[in-house]
């Protein structure tokens, strides 16, 4: 019973739990709401980590850290900012705890050590950050301020899962100052597009880019721009968001420049972000009944070799192979790893490595050895093949790049085929309950509209496509006139 996950088609949210517990990725914490992001899922994040901030590094971009709290009148100075993120707010409002006179051993709030002002722990760092920028930025000459942050951030759900809605977790916060406005708009557009080429050449992750409604903008924001990605179960998950922020922020902390013609002009911002929720989307978007399928490009792991032998001379006999197979696939820049273990059997260590997701497992024994093949068996579609074990380190390159591929090409027809194009309300609704993804439709352009279709079914507008095209037609659910379609979904 150990390791055995919960079927899909059963209970896909019990299958989603099994596959990051057991899989190794995290682990429920002793805090309400939190995770603890275990030695595998913290790799596959580094992995993450590593070539996003290289992306960000070679447009131009630069890391720094600001504090994790932020006194509550810089949050309270951006009006729709503070009405946005007030309710998921962590306050600290002492410094100090003193031992209970009546319980010894116990602690209590010292009330004498009140702070002057509470301090929010950052949800994020808008606030804590352009009140730095006010000194940073005096002229022209400062500008563009290309500024990211590696960073942990509060939100205190109510509802939590692992990964997807936690009341901590790991991000990166990009937030920018710009002369005009539209530097600032081909910035956010610039990051939005960095975000797809992540998401679809590193997670083989297709997803859809475009704005949100201005009921789904981020809170101070002129505009949101966003990636949207189609999970297994039909529901959508927003995979990264890019704000063009205008002014807003700049007035409110009075961040201001001097122009070349000596006149002091307020600079424009944007702020950019993608979070630990993306290994989420991750899991739901390729994973299988049997664990976790991860994408070579990212794997913590990208082979695993497992001996077959009995007794000490065998074994002897396959490490000498193994060990310079090892250093053939690490040459390549391949992460591998030997499981010799005395303490499993190999049946038990693939079915292991299957639930972990590793995209190639590699079978050795004396047999193998004598005929000068290995065998290869690869976890997207958990095909073996017998493979020579000259040039093994080229058909493995190989191999990884194909895998990478064929999970990109199965998410693509996966969400190709949950776009929908409905111009009724009742067929709007029908293919919601009995298909689910993307439903194209027309929208009348109100907030009230959106509102009661969200109350209704609980989809919302995931985006208005970029370079949406015009197309006349009626809104499914008021019959008002509409001059586009947009993407509706239920979400996570």
Request: aromatic fraction near 10%; hydrophobic fraction near 40%; include cysteine.
């Amino acid at each position: 019973m150990g390791n055995e996950v919960t079927k899909r088609a059963s209970d896909y949210s019990q299958w989603y739990n099994d596959l990051v517990l057991k899989g190794g990725l995290a682990d429920y914490s002793a805090v309400r709401g939190c995770m603890v992001i275990k030695p595998y899922g913290y790799t596959l994040w580094e992995n993450m980590r590593d070539v996003l901030d290289k992306m960000f590094k070679d447009t131009g971009h630069t890391n720094a850290y600001f504090p994790l709290f932020v006194p509550k009148s810089f949050l309270e100075k951006e009006e729709g900012h503070a009405e946005g993120f007030a309710k998921e707010c962590a306050v600290v409002t002492h410094y100090r705890l003193k031992g209970d006179p009546n319980q010894k051993g116990k602690l209590m709030v010292d009330p004498e050590a009140q702070l002057e002002e509470e301090l929010i722990v950052r949800p994020t760092s808008e606030a804590i950050i352009w009140n730095a920028y006010k000194d940073w930025i005096q002229s022209y000459r400062d500008l563009p301020l290309l500024i990211n942050q590696w960073a942990n951030v509060v939100r205190w759900e109510m509802r939590t899962r692992l990964f997807l809605r936690t009341a901590e977790f790991l991000w990166q916060e990009g937030h920018t100052a710009h002369a005009t406005a539209q530097e600032a708009i081909e910035e956010a557009e610039k990051m939005l597009h960095v975000y797809a080429d992540f998401v679809e050449n590193y997670m083989a992750l297709p997803v859809m880019k475009g704005v949100k409604s201005p009921n789904e903008r981020f809170a101070g924001a002129l505009e949101t721009y966003c990636i949207e990605a189609l999970m297994q179960d039909g529901k959508a998950l927003q995979a990264g968001t890019s704000h063009f922020l205008g002014q807003n922020f700049a007035k409110a902390f009075d961040v201001k420049y001097l122009t070349k013609e000596n006149k002091q002009e307020f600079v424009w911002a944007t702020s950019w972000g993608v979070s630990t929720r993306l290994i989420g989307a991750l899991v739901m978007a390729h994973s299988d009944d049997e664990g976790l399928v991860l994408p070579p490009r990212i794997a913590p792991l990208q082979v695993v070799i497992v001996p077959i032998y009995k007794g000490p001379e065998q074994k002897m006999l396959v490490d000498q192979n193994v060990h310079a197979i090892m250093a053939q696939l690490k040459q390549k820049g391949i992460s591998v790893k030997y499981d010799d273990n005395d303490n499993s059997r190999p049946g038990w260590k693939f079915a292991e490595y299957e639930l972990k997701g590793v995209p190639v497992r590699i079978a050795i024994g004396p047999k193998d050895i004598e005929n000068g093949v290995v065998e290869v068996a690869r976890r997207d579609t958990k095909e073996k093949s017998s493979v020579p074990a000259a040039g093994l380190d080229h058909y493995i390159v190989q191999l990884l790049d194909e895998i990478q591929h064929n999970l990109y090409q199965r998410a693509l027809q996966y969400r190709d085929s949950h776009i929908t194009s409905v111009n009724s309300w009742s067929e709007f609704k029908e293919v919601l309950e009995q298909k689910g993804g993307f439903i194209s439709a027309h929208w009348d352009g109100t907030g009230e509209t959106e509102e009661k279709i969200k109350d209704e079914t609980k989809a919302t507008i995931r985006c208005i496509p970029l370079n949406n095209s015009t197309e006349e037609g009626a809104c499914v659910y008021s019959g008002k006139p509409s001059k586009q379609r947009v993407l509706f979904a239920v979400a996570y």
